[in-house]
């Protein structure tokens, strides 16, 4: 997406509102277009996470308890100040962008068979993108998404056929805690995607226990297969 901005809109500067992930591409992407970048953060952030955007080399401001207030802000300094606002998941641009992971695990299994793909999902974005490359390469390939039980915005909204926005969401896994998901990205997933999980706090604490000895993909599957099954 930014790569597509005009070189005058691109010179202004760019916004955006991010928990972790989006963050650290936006100013990846900032730093190597020669652009300023402003990365608006939940004051809930961890260190480690807005650390890793300022050696970047982005601005960052830490405002809101939550993603929601963070993006209501980096939306209003964007209009006010003529930046443009880079959306962490309902732009085309952005979900194609997210896909490119999809074509990465398809080439890695080099023939090997692809059962189902698990997506973590806050806004849908980055299971949206995923989705529409495997399903056009890999039709018989299941993506499954994986939600907080306490922020399960696209569970409840495949449930009932359209977007649902949460009173309130559970912070523990910050980079998922949207309140609704995105426009574009709940249509591709209404009519792409397999189906959803839940997992709760302790599904999420238990993974984050064994990481330092389990690969990532194994972290995965235990997170994940016995709530499937």
């Known amino acids: 997406m930014m790569v597509k901005l005009p070189k005058e809109q691109l ?20 730093k190597k277009l020669g652009c300023n970048a402003v990365i608006v953060m ?13 050696r970047l ?44 992971i999809g074509m990465e695990i398809v080439s890695q299994t080099k023939g090997r068979p692809l059962h189902a793909i698990f997506v973590p999902v806050g806004g849908g974005g980055l299971i949206a993108g995923i989705a529409a490359y495997v399903k ?12 907080p039980s306490d922020a399960n915005a696209m569970a409840l909204s495949l449930h009932h056929g359209q977007r649902i926005m949460l009173d309130k969401v559970g912070g ?5 805690a949207v309140k609704v998901v995105g426009e574009e990205t709940f ?3 209404k009519e792409l995607i397999d189906g959803v999980v839940l997992v709760n706090q302790d599904a ?13 993909r194994q972290i995965l599957w235990i997170l994940c297969m016995p709530l499937y099954a």
């Open 187 to 189: 249509r591709i997933c």
């Open 42 to 54: 939940p004051v809930t952030t961890t260190e480690i996470k807005w650390k890793s955007v300022e």
């Open 136 to 147: 056009r390469v890999k039709q018989e390939v299941k993506i499954i998404g994986v939600e």
């Open 11 to 30: 010179q202004r500067g760019v916004i955006c509102s991010s928990a972790a992930n989006h963050a650290q591409g936006v100013a990846l992407s900032a």
């Open 204 to 216: 999420i604490c238990a993974s984050i226990k064994v990481s330092s000895s389990t690969s990532r």
């Open 57 to 100: 080399g982005a601005t960052v401001v830490l405002v809101g308890d939550s993603y929601d207030e963070a993006q209501a802000y980096a939306k209003n300094r964007a209009e006010e100040e003529g930046w443009t606002f880079i959306p962490p998941f309902d732009h085309p641009d952005v979900i194609m962008g997210q896909g490119t």
């Open 172 to 176: 523990f896994a910050d980079g998922v």
